[in-house]
């Protein structure tokens, strides 16, 4: 069984090519000092560390005493557009999911995969940055919900009823389909994706 969770949860990957030489992207614009704790307040401090040891409440509290280690440490990695590869190294915890009637098969079980804390930092930073510029050039549909700041599940519900009370006013039938991508997140493939982004007028630190 053990060798079988491993095959699910971590199958081997081909061996990634060193990263070619990085230039600074000089339209990224600069890292404001308001980023920082916008970051850093959707960070739990009760999630756990990653194999640094460091928690989020340790970040949050150098980021208050001195406000210039992280303004200096992060612009770099932005206006380059890089994630180090050591920030993806991460503990994985495997746990079985509760109610099933066997446990002899991988989809029984869940992982959980702990990062260093540090990587998700330039990680909402980008993200926030990614969603104002997406936003800005109409690329996502304007009633999307999932990771939208501000924008919850309410909201989607909301809109569904509006439409459907809309149509029905019309006394027209009206039908709803709901249905869920499996992995769909994970299976994204960059060199797709890429293109479509700097087609949209995404900035190219971005799309890094």
Same mark, same amino acid.
């Given at each position: 069984?053990?060798?079988?969770?491993?095959?699910?949860?971590?199958?081997?990957?081909?061996?990634?090519?060193?990263?070619?030489?990085?230039?600074?992207?000089?339209?990224?614009?600069?890292?404001? %000092?308001?980023? %920082?704790?916008?970051?850093?307040?959707?960070?739990? $401090?009760?999630?756990?560390?990653?194999?640094?040891?460091?928690?989020?409440?340790?970040?949050?509290? %150098?980021?208050? %005493? +001195?406000?210039?280690?992280?303004?200096?440490?992060? @612009?770099?990695?932005?206006?380059?557009?890089?994630?180090?590869?050591?920030?993806?190294?991460?503990?994985?915890?495997?746990?079985?999911? @509760?109610?099933?009637?066997?446990?002899?098969?991988?989809?029984?079980?869940?992982?959980?995969?702990?990062?260093?804390?540090?990587?998700?930092?330039?990680?909402?930073? &980008?993200?926030?940055?990614?969603?104002?510029?997406?936003?800005?050039?109409?690329?996502?549909?304007? +009633?999307?919900?999932?990771?939208?700041?501000?924008?919850?599940?309410?909201?989607?519900?909301?809109?569904?009823?509006?439409?459907?009370?809309?149509?029905?006013?019309?006394?027209?039938?009206?039908?709803?389909?709901?249905?869920?991508?499996?992995?769909?997140?994970?299976? &994204?493939? +960059? @060199?797709?994706?890429?293109?479509?982004?700097?087609?949209?007028?995404? $900035?190219? +630190?971005? &799309?890094?």
């Amino acid at each position: 069984m053990n060798e079988a969770l491993l095959g699910h949860f971590f199958p081997p990957i081909a061996a990634s090519s060193p990263p070619p030489r990085l230039r600074p992207h000089l339209s990224a614009p600069h890292l404001t %000092i308001e980023e %920082i704790p916008s970051a850093l307040a959707t960070s739990s $401090p009760s999630v756990a560390p990653g194999t640094d040891g460091m928690p989020y409440l340790t970040w949050k509290r %150098i980021n208050a %005493i +001195n406000l210039s280690i992280l303004l200096q440490i992060l @612009p770099p990695l932005i206006s380059l557009g890089y994630h180090p590869a050591w920030l993806t190294v991460a503990n994985g915890i495997v746990l079985d999911k @509760p109610g099933k009637p066997s446990y002899r098969s991988p989809s029984s079980f869940r992982i959980l995969v702990i990062l260093r804390t540090f990587s998700k930092i330039p990680e909402r930073i &980008v993200a926030a940055r990614l969603l104002l510029s997406a936003r800005t050039r109409s690329l996502i549909y304007p +009633n999307q919900s999932g990771s939208c700041p501000g924008i919850s599940t309410y909201n989607a519900w909301l809109t569904l009823v509006n439409d459907v009370k809309t149509l029905q006013r019309q006394r027209l039938n009206v039908s709803s389909l709901f249905f869920n991508i499996k992995a769909g997140f994970d299976n &994204v493939e +960059n @060199p797709t994706l890429a293109p479509i982004l700097g087609e949209g007028g995404i $900035p190219a +630190n971005l &799309v890094s």
